[in-house]
């Protein structure tokens, strides 16, 4: 029975397939070869349509498969999906190309016995752990409920108190107060979300980040002898990318350290920079509000103010211990270099440059644009690595003859043939006043008449005309590249 991807080369379209509950993007089906893109944590396959269409431009033979593998689920799961749908479109012999997440489930298809990819490419992938995933499962849920405290204390006295915006100086307490509460409603978002994770706040599957801490049994499992041996054997080429950022400009490590920068400056860096201070002196002025409040409810709760204070004092430093912003090197960052690279001798190339430094989210960004020094890496280990380089289709055929339009009557006169193009392997034709089957012709004219070229190469064919007139013979040279 064809299968959807047999169908749609024959047809020679391009679409996204909708499953229930997965969908996987089939495009660019026009190249030769398979080429399987895998997927970060919290994205779809659609993560990878900018660099799968800008590969497969610049590489015609490559066509495109991305795959999502669903990578809230834990890492054998997400295996056995991709083991899926390679099996039913028939995805065989292929290399994959992985972000992050996507190159430690394709390593554990291979474990698990996988067969149908015979090369992997990964970009940012945590081979060796990810530091960041323990200091979530050590300081998540604290970051979190931390930021949950505050906005829970802080929007009861907004519910209960009428008088809440303008509590402590007149009309100028309601811009503060209202600050607060902004802050409250952003430390969970911003925190917990966007700078703890720089991803797009997917709640994630506590086991799948379990199996990402370094040393976790499911990175020993991989890692150990028996399963290098057999990626060795099953892949015969493996390449990691990597890539860095000067120090100073690591994103969690700039909040801190350069605030006031208009390039980078952003709403955490702002909230910290701008707003801590004054929020906590705002959380201890409102205690003392209301612990001598005369409504008996909202002065008994003022304790509820020095929890706000607290989580306030401590929560800038359990960031920066959970996102590593205390560490430096090497071993820095969402996937640090020492984890990026395979843990065996394979190759490896690394991206650490001034201007081209890349945020881990960033390696997947459309081009032009932060993404770009990927792209050309990418196209290298795609021609050098996997062997799928790009047809170079020869240029067209063309045919010209080189000779006299006018010839004395009788007399012995020669014409040659300018080729170009074609794919080399000449071979000649020419008829009409004169025949020959060389790169050029030449005898005795009588009569007026057309000659003829026909030049093949390869599969091609390229023909010329001229019209040869007799003119009486007065003795003399003619011009026009010929001997007559």
């Known amino acids: 029975m064809m299968n959807l991807r047999s169908h749609l080369r024959r047809a020679g379209t391009a679409l996204f397939l909708v499953w229930p509950g997965l969908a996987v993007p089939l495009s660019g089906l026009h190249g030769q070869q398979d080429v399987v893109f895998l997927h970060g944590l919290g994205q779809t396959a659609a993560a990878w349509i900018s660099h799968a269409n800008e590969l497969s431009t610049l590489n015609p033979e490559i066509a495109p498969v991305p795959i999502t593998t669903g990578s809230n689920y834990v890492f054998p799961t997400q295996a056995s999906i991709l083991s899926y749908w390679l099996g039913r479109e028939g995805v065989n012999g292929a290399p994959a190309i992985s972000h992050s997440n996507g190159g430690l489930v394709a390593r554990e298809y291979v474990r698990a016995g996988g067969t149908r990819l015979n090369g992997h490419l990964s970009l940012g992938t945590p081979h060796l752990g990810a530091p960041l995933a323990d200091n979530l499962a050590l300081l998540g849920v604290d970051l979190f409920w931390m930021a949950v405290q505050n906005l829970d204390n802080i929007m009861f006295f907004r519910n209960n108190d009428p008088d809440f915006r303008w509590s402590l100086d007149?009309?100028?307490?309601?811009?503060?107060?209202?600050?607060?509460?902004?802050?409250?409603?952003?430390?969970?978002?911003?925190?917990?979300?966007?700078?703890?994770?720089?991803?797009?706040?997917?709640?994630?599957?506590?086991?799948?980040?379990?199996?990402?801490?370094?040393?976790?049994?499911?990175?020993?499992?991989?890692?150990?002898?028996?399963?290098?041996?057999?990626?060795?054997?099953?892949?015969?080429?493996?390449?990691?990318?990597?890539?860095?950022?000067?120090?100073?400009?690591?994103?969690?490590?700039?909040?801190?350290?350069?605030?006031?920068?208009?390039?980078y400056a952003n709403v955490l860096a702002q909230l910290w920079d701008f707003q801590r201070e004054d929020l906590m002196e705002l959380a201890w002025d409102y205690y003392f509000y209301y612990l001598s409040h005369p409504n008996w409810n909202l002065s008994s709760n003022a304790y509820r103010w020095l929890e706000v204070f607290d989580n306030l004092l401590v929560i800038p430093g359990m960031v920066q211990v959970a996102i590593g912003a205390h560490s430096y090197g090497a071993s820095d960052g969402v996937v640090p270099w020492v984890s990026s690279e395979y843990p065996e001798n394979t190759r490896t190339i690394k991206i650490y440059d001034y201007e081209d430094y890349l945020f881990h989210t960033d390696q997947l960004a459309p081009t032009p644009g932060p993404g770009a020094p990927i792209i050309a890496r990418m196209l290298e280990v795609i021609e050098q690595d996997f062997g799928i380089t790009p047809q170079v289709l020869p240029s067209p055929l063309s045919v010209q003859i080189i000779g006299p339009r006018e010839v004395p009557e009788g007399r012995v006169c020669e014409f040659e043939a300018s080729v170009s193009g074609g794919s080399g392997g000449y071979s000649y034709q020419w008829s009409g006043v004169l025949n020959g089957t060389s790169s050029w012709v030449a005898g005795e004219i009588w009569d007026s008449g057309n000659l003829y070229l026909t030049v093949t190469s390869g599969g091609a064919q390229a023909t010329a005309r001229v019209f040869v007139t007799i003119i009486p013979d007065d003795g003399e040279e003619l011009g026009g590249g010929a001997f007559c």
């Open 170 to 263: 007149g009309d100028l307490a309601m811009d503060k107060a209202a600050i607060i509460e902004e802050a409250a409603i952003l430390l969970g978002p911003i925190l917990v979300e966007e700078a703890f994770w720089e991803f797009s706040g997917t709640p994630f599957n506590r086991d799948l980040i379990e199996s990402m801490k370094p040393g976790s049994p499911f990175l020993t499992t991989l890692n150990d002898s028996p399963a290098l041996a057999e990626e060795a054997g099953q892949l015969d080429a493996r390449v990691s990318i990597s890539t860095q950022y000067p120090p100073n400009l690591l994103p969690w490590r700039y909040l801190y350290l350069n605030p006031h920068d208009p390039l």
